[in-house]
């Protein structure tokens, strides 16, 4: 069963720093272009970071409201895809979901909540 779990979202003051995982089972991450998207409340999920399958060949990518703040890694041997946030905004308050794409092949973990107080 293929299934991806998100953790470490939290309450954290303006300018804190927060550390998402997203853990899979199931399916070999190693393969997938990994994303990370955030949905607050009454918008559309956004998409943040994205980390291909050789980070190394070619780079991350990240929207421009996070470029500097946020940064996107992978454990391949551990299966596990992390979301570093730092100096954190109210802005960035939402819930935060991972994504594994690879061709029509789209899965998503249930979303962790990260709200940043003013």
């Known amino acids: 069963q293929v299934q991806l779990v998100e953790s470490g979202g939290g309450l954290v003051q303006a300018g804190g720093s927060l550390r998402l995982s997203c853990a899979a089972s199931?399916?070999?991450?190693?393969?997938?272009?990994m994303g990370w998207y955030r949905q607050a409340p009454g918008k559309q999920r956004d998409l943040v970071a994205t980390i291909p399958i050789d980070p190394i060949g070619s780079s991350p990518d990240y929207v421009d409201s996070v470029k500097g703040r946020f940064t996107v890694s992978r454990d391949n041997a551990k299966n596990t895809v992390y979301l570093q946030m730092n100096n954190l905004k109210p802005e960035d308050t939402a819930v935060y979901y991972c994504?594994?794409?690879?061709?029509?092949?789209?899965?998503w973990g249930q979303g962790t909540q990260v709200t940043v107080s003013s």
């Open positions: 994504n594994a794409r690879r061709y029509t092949e789209s899965w």
């Open positions: 199931g399916m070999p991450l190693s393969i997938y272009t």
